[in-house]
């Protein structure tokens, strides 16, 4: 009687947990399919913006080169310089490519903590970069500008709202000497490379970041101009 | 007899204890599995969530540069409309890059010296980053505008550099930002304020209604471009 109940019991779990199982895993596929369907408009909106942009850049080209008005000649150049300022132009150069990756294993006498790659490791690898004069700077093509936030969020790093998982890959323009100087006699390269991160440090005369892709208004949405 | 009793005894032992072992087993391997895909399912719900926000603000992006182009086009040969949008573009870049005094509601953050610990360029850094995870719109560190090229780091035992000028404690940064939001995101359990003060540093917040941030040093040093080749559009 005993055995009866007791593989009744058994048989019914399994039953439950199978039916449970296959609930979950639709509801997966569910998220997965809207999730790729997301991905879509994403690449057809930065498509169309790129068109958008493309269209304006001719037209301004078109309706001011033709002309002979030096004020407006100016105008136009004011605004390339300000964007390039700004980051919202491709910009291309000589300089280095860095590359970040996690430990290749789990050694025993590490502490798993201290082998994956953090925000703040990020952040002191671009200040670095900075600090020996890069022009530009792009992690995995999102363009650096200055409210560019690189912060965890869980297994992945969040930067410009978009989240990238490893390897990481650097980019800046600079004096190649000076950048490849500056980050490969780094503190905090010598740490990573103490703990079995992966980090490949190689100068490049032609590197090409991008211009910032999101959206502008979040940038100065709450900012006023300060007259004096 | 006896020994058929104590067999048959025993053998019903044996298979009890494979049961319940089997049993347990199989629970404890069914609760992982669920344990599991719940965490995928919400991770795969947060993935989601974030793609629909970048979305909406890819949207907001490619709306704006259409109804930019319309104007453009509406102003075909008229030139004063053609200045005034470029004027209006132009203004807005400069304030992106931080060309211009701004102001707005925010927070200021004061880190002091300790008889003990100084404030080392880490500290800044996690402060300065948890601001632009924060949403901050415009950054300064004693009154030095913090642009995306803008290093910060220990030169000598009590300086810290940021845009190639030296400053002493105390520093107090100033961000354009919602003063809750970045509140929050300070003081979260073990966070960079915790961190702080740990090494009993000296923290101070306030939010402000009016908040004025200088504009980057224009002598040239610290934006620069001279080995940047814009790339054009293809």
């Keep these: ?228 | 007899m006896k020994i058929y009793r104590n067999i048959a005894i025993t053998l019903v032992c044996v298979l009890l204890g494979i049961m319940l072992a089997w049993q347990y087993a199989s629970i404890s391997n069914n609760q992982k599995i669920a344990s599991y895909e719940n965490k995928r399912t919400d991770d795969l719900k947060n993935e989601l969530l974030v793609e629909k926000k970048k979305n909406d603000d890819l949207r907001k992006r490619n709306d704006e540069l259409e109804k930019e182009n319309r104007e453009y086009e509406e102003a075909r040969g008229d030139d004063t409309k053609t200045v005034e949008n470029l004027k209006k573009e132009l203004e807005r870049v400069r304030i992106i890059a931080g060309l211009v005094d701004v102001k707005g509601k925010g927070i200021i953050i004061t880190i002091d010296n300790n008889d003990v610990a100084s404030v080392d360029d880490t500290d800044i850094l996690n402060v300065l980053n948890e601001l632009r995870a924060s949403d901050a719109q415009a950054i300064s560190l004693n009154d030095e505008r913090i642009v995306a090229t803008s290093e910060v780091r220990v030169a000598g035992t009590k300086y810290i550099m940021v845009n190639g000028r030296q400053m002493l404690a105390p520093f107090v940064i100033k961000a354009i930002a919602e003063p809750e939001k970045v509140e929050r995101a300070l003081k979260m359990i073990g966070g960079v304020l915790e961190k702080l003060e740990a090494y009993q540093l000296k923290v101070e917040l306030k939010s402000a209604d009016n908040i004025v941030i200088p504009k980057v040093r224009d002598d040239g040093t610290v934006i620069r471009t001279d080995l940047l080749t814009p790339v054009t559009s293809k």
């Excluded at chain 1, 600090?131 to 093509?141: D, L, T």
Aim: glycine share 4%; hydrophobic share 40%; charged share 30%.
């Design chain 1, 1 to 228: 009687m005993f055995l009866g109940v007791l593989i009744s019991l058994q048989f019914r779990t399994t039953l439950s947990a199978n039916r449970q199982k296959t609930y979950s895993e639709l509801n997966i596929e569910k998220l997965k399919a809207q999730l790729s369907e997301e991905i879509n408009i994403e690449n057809s909106l930065k498509k169309s913006i790129d068109e958008n942009e493309a269209k304006k850049e001719a037209y301004l080209k078109m309706n001011i080169e033709s002309k002979n008005d030096e004020y407006l000649k100016q105008l136009k150049k004011s605004l390339d310089d300000a964007k390039l300022k700004a980051g919202l132009t491709d910009v291309k150069g000589s300089g280095v490519v860095v590359k970040l990756d996690d430990a290749p294993a789990r050694t025993a006498n590490l502490d798993p903590w201290d082998i994956i790659i953090h925000d703040i490791d990020v952040v002191k690898v671009l200040n670095k970069l900075k600090a020996a004069g890069a022009q530009a700077i792009s992690i995995n093509g999102e363009r650096i500008i200055s409210t560019s936030e690189q912060i965890c969020a869980g297994p992945t790093i969040r930067i410009n709202k978009n989240r990238y998982a490893v390897p990481y890959e650097i980019k800046a323009i600079g004096d190649p000497n000076t950048l490849y100087e500056g980050i490969s006699k780094s503190e905090i390269v010598a740490i990573l490379q103490e703990f079995k991160i992966r980090v490949e440090i190689t100068k490049s005369d032609n590197i090409i970041i991008p211009k910032f892709k999101g959206n502008l208004d979040n940038l100065v949405s709450a900012l006023e101009v300060e007259k004096k």
